[in-house]
């Protein structure tokens, strides 16, 4: 019988010929599991208390490796608390390795401590049962998943001296086979036919659309013909009529590109019965929500070439919907969460890498602009939950640090959240000994509350004498405080032109701070009812 050392000094030995880094949570269970992965000098390991954080850390760091990261955990609700990271994984197809200490299979149901049903507990991901040194072969099955779960079972003792051997030979890297794109096949597409292409989170560069028009949202790739977003509704329209003219302004074919799911006006034309739909996915989300896609494929095969009678629609069209965002910014709504955006996206340069937090900063990211060329974005947009935004931000910082070890100042990472976003992670600034993130600026949108659901049906008149109550949610937190306590550089600006100056200044400082940029939330529905208004021809 393999011992708990033997074991987890074996697994750890697998581990490091397939990933570089490893997030570990303190735990008894795991304990053997914890000290083989620190004495192996091929892995880095990153420690957190909290296993929530952690899985999301390890994600972000994962996003950026586009490798898996581990995160190891002890049993019971430990392993559950990694739930919200396995989900995000698994719908964003980021790599993620979830390693789990357990009892031996004997104890299940017998009442002992700290023992629950951990085989399957990740619906989203298959669990390999690892109990002896025969099963390590499960790890390269394991890691052709995106969300992939290793259930270890440890037996008492835990630890023995065995642990306390030399440190064992660098093992060399190599890829467990990887987790392979689905190819759905080709389809053949009339360029000629007015045609528009939305490419959303997942989307990439396909050959023969470039010079398509296209609403790219923030983690897309730069397009070469850009549509704002808030043209779609001038293309929901058969026609329209500018300057005495009347012009047909509806696609007759769209193509979606990846996973698009932010802007209600944009997804309208997916499920538009007078316009044909094709969907490009290297993955098996198939973007449509109406199932009416008349074909779905992985590459295209054109023919034609764009009239310049569309292109030029579509420019007009996108001229129209950046300039509704100009001009509404400078109209007296005070300073918004639309502002903060736009003060981001106006200090970011090539090389940096920007995440977005879910809710209002990625949909304002969009409105004021992005996506940029020579920016990365990143986005939760899997499962598009606010969940561990902090610790995903920590995460990418992290690993492009790492990336650039001989760098004396790495490139830097920007963050854009919502308060609410950030107070629900707010334990990802539990950092502890390791170290800090060396160029990370988190800007924190505060209209204390949820200022999303002011644009949404729920900020109607009718709903307000409970809209507080149960959707503005304000929390009046004292965030100088929380990052004081934390340990955390904190800066407060409370206008476009301060916020400006405190970006400046942490572009030409690297270090990493909180940047709380104190909003309002009171005009975000006429602020967006504006903006509506400006497009609408």
Same mark, same amino acid.
């Given at each position: 019988?393999?011992?708990?050392?033997?074991?987890?000094?074996?697994?750890?030995?697998? %581990?490091?010929?397939?990933?570089?880094?490893?997030?570990?949570?303190?735990?008894?269970?795991?304990?053997?599991?914890?000290?083989?992965?620190? +004495?192996?000098? =091929?892995?880095?390991?990153?420690?957190?208390?909290?296993?929530?954080?952690?899985?999301?850390?390890?994600?972000?760091?994962?996003?950026?490796?586009?490798?898996?990261?581990?995160?190891?955990?002890?049993?019971?609700?430990?392993?559950?608390?990694?739930?919200?990271?396995?989900?995000?994984?698994?719908?964003?197809?980021?790599? @993620?390795?979830?390693?789990?200490?357990?009892?031996?299979?004997?104890?299940?149901?017998?009442?002992?401590? #700290?023992?629950? *049903?951990?085989?399957?507990?990740?619906?989203? !991901?298959?669990?390999? /049962?690892?109990?002896? *040194?025969?099963?390590?072969?499960?790890?390269?099955?394991?890691?052709?998943?995106?969300?992939?779960?290793?259930? $270890?079972?440890?037996?008492?003792?835990?630890?023995?001296?065995?642990?306390?051997?030399?440190?064992?030979?660098?093992?060399?890297? $190599?890829?467990?086979?990887?987790?392979?794109?689905?190819?759905?096949?080709?389809?053949?597409? =009339?360029?000629?036919?007015?045609?528009?292409?939305?490419?959303?989170?997942?989307?990439?560069? $396909? +050959?023969? %659309?470039?010079?398509?028009?296209?609403?790219?949202?923030?983690?897309?790739?730069?397009?070469?013909?850009?549509?704002?977003?808030?043209?779609?509704?001038?293309?929901?329209? #058969?026609?329209?009529?500018?300057?005495?003219?009347?012009?047909?302004?509806?696609?007759?074919?769209?193509?979606?590109?990846?996973?698009?799911?932010?802007?209600?006006?944009?997804?309208?034309?997916?499920?538009?019965?007078?316009? +044909?739909?094709?969907? %490009?996915?290297?993955?098996?989300?198939?973007?449509?929500?109406?199932?009416?896609?008349?074909?779905?494929?992985?590459?295209?095969?054109?023919?034609?070439?764009?009239?310049?009678?569309?292109?030029?629609?579509?420019?007009?069209?996108? *001229?129209?919907?950046?300039?509704?965002?100009?001009?509404? %910014?400078?109209?007296?709504?005070?300073?918004?969460?639309?502002?903060?955006?736009?003060?981001?996206?106006?200090?970011?340069?090539?090389?940096?890498? @920007? $995440?977005?937090?879910?809710?209002?900063?990625?949909?304002?990211?969009?409105?004021?602009?992005?996506?940029?060329?020579?920016?990365?974005?990143?986005?939760? /947009?899997? !499962?598009?939950?606010?969940?561990?935004?902090?610790?995903?931000?920590?995460?990418?910082?992290?690993?492009?640090?790492?990336?650039?070890?001989?760098?004396?100042?790495?490139?830097?990472?920007?963050?854009?959240?919502?308060?609410?976003?950030?107070?629900?992670?707010?334990?990802?600034?539990?950092?502890?000994?390791?170290?800090?993130?060396?160029?990370?600026?988190?800007?924190?949108?505060?209209?204390?509350?949820?200022?999303?659901?002011?644009?949404?049906?729920?900020?109607?008149?009718?709903?307000?004498?409970?809209?507080?109550?149960?959707?503005?949610?304000?929390?009046?937190? =004292?965030? +100088?405080?929380?990052?004081?306590?934390?340990?955390?550089?904190?800066?407060?600006?409370?206008?476009?032109?301060?916020?400006?100056?405190?970006?400046?200044?942490?572009? =030409?400082?690297?270090?990493?701070?909180?940047?709380?940029? &104190?909003?309002?939330?009171? &005009?975000?529905?006429?602020?967006?009812?504006?903006?509506?208004?400006?497009?609408?021809?």
């Amino acid at each position: 019988m393999t011992s708990s050392p033997e074991l987890a000094r074996a697994l750890a030995a697998e %581990l490091a010929r397939h990933i570089t880094d490893v997030v570990l949570c303190p735990g008894s269970r795991n304990s053997a599991l914890s000290l083989a992965v620190l +004495e192996r000098a =091929d892995l880095r390991v990153h420690t957190r208390i909290d296993e929530r954080s952690a899985s999301f850390l390890a994600l972000g760091m994962a996003r950026v490796q586009k490798r898996h990261v581990a995160i190891i955990t002890t049993s019971g609700t430990a392993v559950a608390n990694c739930t919200p990271a396995m989900v995000e994984a698994a719908h964003s197809h980021t790599p @993620l390795l979830m390693i789990s200490a357990d009892r031996p299979e004997r104890l299940h149901g017998t009442g002992a401590n #700290q023992t629950i *049903e951990q085989a399957g507990i990740f619906h989203v !991901a298959p669990t390999h /049962r690892i109990a002896g *040194e025969a099963d390590i072969a499960h790890v390269a099955e394991a890691l052709k998943h995106h969300a992939a779960h290793l259930n $270890v079972e440890l037996d008492t003792p835990l630890l023995s001296e065995e642990l306390r051997a030399p440190a064992p030979e660098v093992a060399d890297l $190599v890829r467990a086979g990887g987790v392979e794109k689905q190819d759905h096949g080709e389809v053949s597409i =009339d360029l000629s036919r007015p045609t528009l292409v939305i490419a959303g989170d997942e989307a990439w560069e $396909v +050959e023969g %659309l470039e010079d398509v028009p296209t609403i790219a949202e923030p983690t897309a790739p730069a397009p070469y013909y850009p549509v704002h977003p808030l043209a779609a509704g001038v293309f929901g329209k #058969q026609q329209v009529s500018a300057e005495g003219y009347v012009v047909n302004t509806k696609p007759e074919q769209v193509i979606v590109v990846g996973h698009p799911t932010l802007h209600r006006g944009v997804m309208a034309l997916l499920e538009d019965p007078e316009i +044909e739909l094709i969907v %490009l996915s290297q993955t098996a989300t198939i973007t449509d929500p109406a199932k009416r896609a008349k074909a779905v494929a992985s590459r295209v095969k054109t023919t034609g070439q764009p009239r310049k009678e569309w292109l030029n629609i579509a420019k007009a069209a996108a *001229e129209l919907g950046a300039q509704a965002v100009r001009d509404t %910014l400078a109209e007296d709504h005070g300073f918004t969460g639309l502002h903060v955006a736009a003060a981001v996206a106006d200090t970011l340069g090539t090389g940096d890498t @920007l $995440v977005l937090g879910a809710s209002n900063p990625v949909r304002d990211a969009s409105f004021v602009g992005l996506p940029f060329a020579g920016v990365d974005t990143v986005a939760a /947009r899997g !499962a598009a939950g606010i969940d561990g935004t902090v610790s995903q931000a920590i995460g990418v910082a992290t690993a492009i640090q790492q990336a650039h070890p001989e760098d004396l100042r790495p490139p830097r990472t920007v963050a854009l959240m919502g308060d609410v976003t950030f107070l629900h992670d707010v334990g990802g600034l539990l950092i502890g000994e390791n170290p800090l993130p060396e160029n990370l600026s988190i800007v924190v949108a505060n209209d204390d509350g949820c200022g999303i659901f002011e644009t949404l049906e729920s900020g109607q008149d009718a709903y307000r004498a409970n809209f507080e109550r149960a959707f503005g949610t304000p929390h009046n937190v =004292d965030i +100088e405080a929380l990052c004081q306590a934390y340990g955390v550089e904190h800066v407060r600006v409370d206008s476009l032109q301060t916020l400006i100056e405190a970006l400046i200044d942490a572009t =030409d400082h690297a270090g990493f701070r909180i940047i709380e940029a &104190t909003t309002i939330r009171s &005009t975000r529905r006429e602020l967006h009812q504006s903006l509506a208004k400006k497009v609408a021809m």
